[in-house]
Structure formats: C-alpha cells, structure tokens
C-alpha cells in the first residue's frame, strides 16, 4: 500500500514529467470508475503537483491567453482547479502515449500535442479516489516528512487524548497524528528503536519535547547510506531514541532512493527490498493488530498484544490440520480409504431388503398386483413376467391354492 514516500514521489514524477507540457480539452473518466466526475475544460492549461502525508495533490492552471474570444467560450476553465488524490491501495500515476494506456487507467489528462500522450491515475484495485475542487483532509495532521515541527507538536501536546491509550504500533497508523506512516514504516521505525509493538504509546512518547533539539545536528538520512545493518540499528539506538525523529527521517530514506522504488515503468524495487530490515524480512514475527493489519516485529510483542490472535501465517496451517472431515472426503473420493467398501455394501443389503418386501407383498395382497396387469393395453404381457420372475413367486402362487 503507497505510503508518504510514495505519494511523495508520484508528485515528484508528475512534475517531472509534465514539466512544459501544454494540456487540453477535458478531463476524462474510465466508465468503470465510479468515482465523480472532474468538471474541467480548458484549451491550453499545466498541471503541477505536491504531497501532505497519504495526499496528492495536483493543480490544472489555464494558460493565460492575449485572445479574449477565446477566453470567453463556453464551459472554458479561466481558473486554475486542485483535484487530490488518494491513492489507496495501488494508485500512481503514469505518463504514457495514448496508445499505450494502462488497462487500469480511470482518469486522464491529455496533452496539447501531436502524437498526444495522457497522464493518467492508474488504480487496479480502485481503493483509490479523487476530489475535484479538493483540499487536503482536515482530519489529517502535518505531514510528516515536510511539516515537521507541527507534526512534532500535534503529537506531545495531544498526549493526554484517548488515542494514546493503544498500542504504539496502532497509534502510529493514526493519520489524525501521523500523516504519512503506513505499515512498513511502523515496522521498520519500532525495529530500528528496539520497541515492542504492544507497549502503550503514551509510555513511549512522554517525555519527548515538542522541538527537536538534535534536528540540526547530522541529519540521520546522510549518516547510514555506507553501513550495514547490525552498525545502522546500534548507531541510531546511542544517537536518538526519538520515536517522533524517526518517523521524519525513515521515511526520507525511501525517498532519497528517487524513483528506483517508484518508477512504475521499470518497477524495480530491489533497492528498496534491500532497505527493508523487519517488514517481511525471513526471521521477523507476524501478528495481526486489534484492527487486523498485519504487524511485523522481532523479539516480545509486548503486554498489548491481542491474546485471541495469532500469525497469519499461523492460523492458515491451523484450519489445514484442524479440518479432518474435509481431509477424508478428498481421501475417499480417491480410493485410499476403508470407509468406501463399507458403504456399498451398504447400499447392496439395501436393495435387497426392499426385494424382500415386494415380495411379501405379493404374497400377502395378490389382487393388488393383478389390477394393474388388467388395466394395461396387452393383459398378456403380465403373465410372461409372473414366469420370468422365477421359482420363488411360482411357489408361492401354488401355496395359496392348494390353501383354497
């Protein structure tokens, strides 16, 4: 899931890529999306973008024009519209020529130009939006990574609030407080602090001052490109066990590795896989939080750990082992269990009561039996089937008259 450094860098890719590019006409929507609708025309116009926190947000400016007429038509855009962006789960954007759209592409701008090319929002599982007219969410707090100083003070002086009740590692997913963090981020920063996920947060952040007072002192994003991971996790420990520091500068370090982790025409993340030290790393521990996000730790999750939860991974193996019906229904319907004989003998002991009773029948009522040989078309035919029946019903048929 796109988190701050990725939404940050898609805002650096736009500006990149739309940089002197002169866009036209509206802005369209996929017919599958069902998001609104972004109610812009213009014939000539730019477009710029930035980023707070998990929010992008992109500006269509009109390009100023010495003809008045054409100022003036109709449904013309002649101010500039903000239109933000949430990225859900697997938005980006992507700058592309207009045959080579992306199958997800559900809102696109096009280019004044000949072959045209479009910058699209690209969503493949659509937990993506958009808001024409947009500002960034009230509910959010300062980002993290370009607000620094409002980020630090919204959290020490909010310390007291019910939200610090949970677990430092569900708080830190409270955008109200942290706008920007998301799931790898928590790992990797309680990782690099030795903190057990489950601890309360308030326990972890008193103390801490609303001005960071090492800010100016070797930034932690220029100190750790050239060390290795045991060196990175004990350097950080002696300078700083600042939680607040480290949700500014750990997310700066995926951006710093410009678009290698973002890029999504090369796709090549294997620099940032190389960076990530807890967040599915072979050896680290999974646990799903009270909100059912997976949490990724090394050592004691702590006392606030969910008692009634286990590893994700866990609780697959468990519904395989535990669920002995299902496994002999598959066993059986191969041929390797002992039940199937058992079974069609069964059915054969089955069959033959219900003969036995036919007979009995016969036996006891045979005017019953003879009606419907009278009723048929040829009465003949009923007499061939007494004979076919066997020794049994010709036996019992000289019983009763020699009853008579």
Known sequence: MPEGPELHLGSLYVNKMCAGVVFTGPVRKSEVSKSPDVPFTCEAYCITASSRGKEVKLTLTPMKSDDSKQRSKAGQADQAMDVVFRFGMSGYFRFTSEDELPKHSHLRFYSKETPCRVLSFVDT??????????????DRGPCIMFEYESFRK??????????????????????????????????????RLNIPPFVPARSVLEGLESEDLCENEKPLKTEIKDEKAS???????????????????????????GGKGYDPKKEDYSEFKAWLKCYYVDGMKSLRDHNGRTMW???DPGPMAPKDLKSPKAKKRAKKTEDHDYTDKK?????????????????????????????????????????????????????????VAGPEKQSGRVTRQSRK
């Open 231 to 257: 060196d990175r996790v004990k350097k950080v420990k002696e300078e700083t066990g600042d939680l607040l520091r480290l949700c500014h500068t750990v997310p700066l370090e995926v951006v710093n590795q």
């Open 125 to 138: 599982r659509r937990f993506g939006s958009w808001q024409a007219n947009g500002t960034w969410q009230p």
């Open 331 to 387: 066993k059986g319907a191969k041929g390797g269990s002992k039940s199937t004989p058992k079974k069609k003998v069964v059915k054969q002991e089955t069959k033959t009561a219900k003969k036995e009773i036919e007979k009995s029948e016969e036996m006891v009522s045979p005017q019953k039996k003879k009606r419907p040989a009278a009723r048929g078309r040829k009465t003949s035919s009923a007499e061939p089937a007494a004979v």
């Open 297 to 299: 730790f090394n050592g």
């Open 154 to 191: 919204n959290v020490v002086t909010h310390l007291s609030g019910r939200a610090f009740d949970r677990p430092i590692c569900e708080v830190l997913l409270n955008q109200k407080y942290f706008n920007g963090i998301g799931n790898y981020l928590r790992a990797e920063i309680l990782f």
